[in-house]
């Protein structure tokens, strides 16, 4: 069985797709978003150990060069991630995904399925496609959260038990979106093409953050795309928020209610049914 990287596990969470779910956070991202609030998730420790000393109950230390973490010891405030130049986190348990499951396996009787989302879960397809049999064998749903960077169509087993994608499309034009996140789009709009036909689509996020993000190209070329899906599939316009944000965007204010009820009225224009602003 292959491992993955495990940023952390949320037994039971209602906001990562319908009803109460285990969400499972994985380690690592093949682009950078400005107004990712999530940054410890995107890298790997580089071991420079520099978190070490900040941890206030030496649940951090040194073995043959690693940085290791004690998770016993360890009280969750936080400082390790606060300090990391990196993007890091110390706090990672590689897993194989029988282990994952027995953590999910505790919470079955209260949830109706699993949301895998990072980083970006699907740089481990392998991983995923296993968690998600044994997840379906025991009659939950089976959520991945991406940003459809990663090809979808070069994993049809991973798609068959898969039952829906919350794709991030960030922002439409290749230039605005190369800027936003330092990778390109080109991808991210053949998923949403392939997900839509194939029923998969579960939810599509926007960021919004004007001056950073077109998020009024990307509802018209959402449209464009999909144009017979348009009204069933779930919209969620996300205001951008600077709480733990790290870098460049991390001063930047969150957009107008009145802004957002702008783009709220774009995306009702263009034909969606299903908008949630948050
Ligand atoms: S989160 Fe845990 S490991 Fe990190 S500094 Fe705090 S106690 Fe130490
Ligand atoms: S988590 Fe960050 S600061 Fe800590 S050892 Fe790894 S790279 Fe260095």
Known sequence: MRKAPVNKIIPFSVVDGIGNRTSIFLQGCNIHCGYCHNPETQRMC??????VEDCPVQALYIEEGKVCWDAIKCVQCDHCIAVCPYFASPKIRFMDAAEVFEEVEKGIPFIRGITVSGGECMLYPEFLTELFKMAKEHGLTCFADSNGTVDFSEYPS??????GVMLDVKSWQEDVYQALTGGLNQTVKKNLRLLAELGKLEELRIVCLPGQV????????????IPDQVGAVKLKLIMFRNFGVKGRFAELESPSREYMEELKQCALAAGFQKIIIT
């Open 158 to 163: 991973l798609l068959e038990c898969c039952d």
């Open 46 to 51: 580089t071991h420079c150990g520099k978190c």
């Open 214 to 225: 077109d998020a009024k190209e990307a509802i018209e070329g959402i449209r464009e795309t």
